[in-house]
């Protein structure tokens, strides 16, 4: 059935050749595990079944397989299959998933590789390999892979090229292109622009320390916060500015702080539409500082598969919006997202939200950091509602209503400036443009006086501030004619840099403001600096980034494209299991065929050994030969094999015999003595 | 069962009529073997030896033993195609010419030395063999079954030869060389032969009928294809070697396959295995070579090319060490 037949291409005979690509192949895959944390066992699975493959790719090498390459077909379908699956299921960065499929890849060809071609392919395999780790690669530790690497270039590409001369200088300057350009590659500085990136995460990252989901502020340790909550508190010296990393982002945000922030940048932002980036809010105001009441409380979200559902039933991906971040800077473990995120792709196995829809990270975000928040613009087509909208039930909301001791002086001002609107919407709309009319931004303001309640201090005495200050006399002001109101800092959207088609968010776009809450509406964000904008207006002023869309539509038209495909190969996958079973049936009976029958090779092989061994008989053409001047016992021993290989033989004669050379078989190997083996007499190993 | 028994009958003769040649014949085995196997597979046998070796001895062992008719013919430079194939000759009683039958008209026929005559004479021969029959002046006569010649040359070295062209050696079977006896043998020899010469003694074992069923059945023995493919692979890989100008045709392997059959008979077995290839391979192919370095090179250096091409090819099948 299996009939092998000779094929007549040009075979590589080579053993060194075969050896020096599976080394080449052996270090990429090793450079691959290290830089992109692949598991130790998938690894080392593949490269026990590469080896294999190779050996029987070098004894099979005459043959043409048809049955293997059928298979082969058939399990590259599945592998791409698996590919696009990965694609959609875990979208980290689409080089993984290529990666893991070009390794698979090459395991399954190295089943098949008669010719130098082949030889070649799994070459370049090794060579894409390496040059994705060496993308992923943050260390000079690649250098020793790519020592160890171009110790097997060289020798392949020699070998490769069957020392011709005119070919020989090619690969040497080849070679030494190459060489220059890895050893250069690695301090070549990699930076996002002109890249087409698909990649909406980065790779997850599993080692996690025990964290509760606490805040965690960068550069500041050993500050108690608490103490700050108390009364007390008052007395102690303002937290010291930080200008690389703004202070909104910490348990307590001390208003007493003065400084300028620095212009480094903090994140990258791929979107269609420029949009706020929110961070923290706090529902508890102190005098001189907000925090958050109820820090520690935090819900878990956790997820198998990527990605995390910020609120219950979110909308499908189609219909909601699309921003990636790109983190440029380790900052603290607050993850910026825009207002209304739904689908959040983070690289970690859980996330913390907090009572003020604040959403944490369960490590510090490093640099380099990607990901991806897919949020919905309801809230904004809901602004028609706004007229009607309502304030909601006191008792759900005590806590954003609370106002620690303020002067009359405030409320008084409060109600004289929505004496005349009757809706609460247009009330705070009224505090809003009083606010952006008569106090000007400024950075430049002194300190807070002791005792002085920072609202009252920018009101009246100051009359001047920059984010912090409004949003905290917004939130207060908002409070005492009953609208709940919440403190938020977080990101302005940033510059948009028209090369590469991002906003670029620097620490000075930090930014303070305000979200109150409103029936049927929910929490609408409001921005009283004079600088701001509604967050509505954003939209209305058309301000879109054709980049953006570009490259939103571009990788949603390859997630479709990805998801045809993949639909299309759900209906090899039928005919796969209907074919891989058929084969694996197939396999089966021929492996017990052949055991069989190699049950007879074994002994076989064992009786001439052990004749060998004891020199009576030297190895020629024929064993027919060789045993001719041996006793009767192994002639008929030798006889009884040479009739189950070319004798007409019904099946049950074919067992018979094999059970009988066996039997003959293991009597030789017992025994001891040469005397029941008589020569004829003409002297053993003649002719 | 039928077969069965009609095997054995088959192994038992063909024993029988290697025990019987071997009285006459002293320590020469394969060649008798080789002798047996050309009768059963219908072939023709050329004997490349120096004189006095047993050539006619052999034939008459041969013929004596299966009890068929005998004839010899000693090849002369002078002879002509009529000498051998028979004539029609004028009857002056009848008014008619009357076919007058030659030597060839025989069961076993010993050509002597058959390299001393003319060209034209020896095609005359290796023709009426290959066809079966005879046609003299447009009258078919077909010559007897079974119908062997054995034919004999001295080396082609030797001095007054008329060599036999590649394409008339191609249709001889099989080439032997009988060779010296060892010093034993040869002592054995003149001990058996001092009194009378066993070859009078000798009594048939066999009849024409015997030889016929014998050969039907040669055909029918079983050959694995992978023989076949070894067969056909060694043939292809005289024509492929360096040395060799020119390699056996597609006869030569027929002739070997022929000859395996044959020789499993001898052996007593009704299939081929690769060591009756191996055994058959020097003498059906070796007198059809021609090798480069030398057109008319001696027996000894085309057997040792044969020898290399049979230890280079892979034997079918067996796995060893």
Redesign the interface.
Known sequence: MNKTKKINIKVENSKILRGSIFYLNFVAIFSVWYFLELPINYILGIIFITLIGYIYSYKNRYNVNLLLKIFMTLFMFYLLREFFRNLLLQPYDPRIPLATFLINLNALHSFDLPTKLDLSFSFFISLILMVISGVFARESIFLVFLLFYIIGLIISLSLMNDYKPSTKYLSGAILSISLIGFLLFPFIPRSLPFTFRQDIMSQVIQRITAVRGEIKTPNIQNVNYYLYRLPEGRKINPLPYDPENYFGFAPFVDLRQRGIPSSSLVFRVLSSFPTYHRGLAFDTYNGFGWYQSFEEKVDTITTDLQPFHIVKNPLPEERLFRSTYFIEKDTGNVIFVPQGTQRLYFPAPFIYKDMENGIRSPFEMPKNLIYTSFYSDTFIRSAKLLLKAQIPDKKKFERYLQIPNISKKVERLVLEITKNYETPWEKVLAIEKYLEENYPYSLDIPPLKENVDAVEDFLFITKKGYCEQFATAFAIMLRIIGVPSRFVTGFSPGELNPWTGMYEVRVKNAHAWVEIYLEPVGWIPIDPTPSGDFMEEIRIKEEYNILGLIFDSLSRFINEIIYFLYNLSTLYLSAFIILFSSLIIYFTVRVIRRFQQSREDRIFLKVIGMLKKKNLISYGNSPYEMVKNLGDEIKEFVSIYYALKFAPLKENERREYREKLIKKGKKILKTKSFDLFPTNGQGLNKD | MKENILKEKIFDKVERLKENIKKVIIGKDKVIDYVICALLSQGNILIEDVPGVGKTVLAKALAESINLSFKRIQFTPDMMPSDILGTNVFNPKTLEFEFKKGPIFTNILLADEINRTSPRTQSGLLEAMDEGGVTIDGVYYPLPKPFLVIATQNPREHFGTYPLPESQLDRFFISITIGYLSLQEELDMLEKQKIFHPLEKLEPVLDKDDVLTMQDFTKKV?I?R??LEYITQIVRNTRENPKISLGAGPRGSISLMRASQAMAIIRG???????DV?DCSVPVLVHRVVLKEQVESPRQKREEVVKEI??RTK?P?????
């Open positions: 079983y694995h992978d023989i077995r009704d299939y081929v295995i690769p060591d191996l049979l230890e034997i099948r067996i796995k060893l060490p």
